[in-house]
């Protein structure tokens, strides 16, 4: 399936580098969300995206910053992470409220 | 009370039986519900919507309760490759976020 895609699918850095997290969708939605998933943990949204705006931001730490630049694509850009950063970070993408999409994710370890 | 319960399980049920998972949520005003299944390591994929009167799709029969804020997930003939973790949502009212429960871990077993 290729409707929601993630670049890359696993990323591995250190506490001092910058890194960009890709997600595009190929559905025509309007919406467009990163969560995180931790082990033994419920997804947590991060972000949402409505028509390019950011609608949501669930007190998110100021080292993960989103990027919207369309409604197709998506941007988690990354720096100075914390080890207990390491998760897998999903991108979706909705139709406005309606069910929600998800890419293949992105396993993001932090040495 | 946790926004959306469901038993962590692991289920671990024989190919052919019936499984039923339940679900509460704690936001009375919440508007949308599903079910989605994630196998290991990978993604989160819609499994079906919940209807108020009820839906079902093929093996798989949802229902939504909304006086006792109860959700459930029935699973009749159960399959090898329905081995998974089954995730309640619940989405608020007039909002974007989706709010997701821990998931059942079910194990069919041959």
């Known amino acids: 399936e290729t409707g929601v895609t993630q670049t890359p699918r696993h990323l591995v850095m250190g506490m001092t580098n910058k890194k960009s997290l890709k997600c595009e969708q190929h559905?025509?939605?309007?919406?467009m969300y990163w969560y995180k998933q931790s082990a033994k943990k419920p997804l947590e949204l991060m972000f949402v995206?409505?028509?390019?705006?950011?609608?949501e931001n669930n007190s998110v730490p100021s080292r993960f910053s989103p990027e919207c630049p369309n409604s197709s694509h998506l941007f988690l850009h990354l720096h100075t992470l914390q080890p207990e950063d390491s998760a897998l970070y999903l991108c979706?993408?909705?139709?406005?409220?309606?069910?929600?999409?998800f890419g293949p994710g992105t396993r993001l370890t932090v040495t | 009370r946790k926004e959306v319960e469901q038993d962590p399980g692991p289920f671990n049920v024989p190919e052919g039986a019936t499984v039923a998972f339940n679900c509460t949520y704690s936001n009375s005003a919440s508007q949308s519900f599903f079910w989605y299944r994630q196998d290991c390591r990978k993604e989160p994929k819609l499994l079906m919507s919940?209807?108020?009167s009820g839906n079902e799709d093929g093996r798989f029969t949802a229902q939504l309760n909304r006086a006792s804020q109860y959700i459930s997930l029935l699973i009749r003939d159960s399959k090898l490759s329905d081995s998974a973790t089954y995730l309640c949502?619940?989405?608020?009212?007039?909002?974007?976020?989706?709010?997701f429960g821990k998931g059942t871990k079910l194990s069919v077993i041959p």
């Open positions: 995206y409505n028509f390019k705006e950011q609608t």
């Open positions: 559905l025509g939605h309007n919406a």
């Open positions: 919940v209807y108020s």
């Open positions: 979706a993408s909705s139709h406005s409220r309606g069910e929600q999409y």
């Open positions: 949502v619940v989405s608020g009212a007039g909002s974007y976020q989706l709010t």
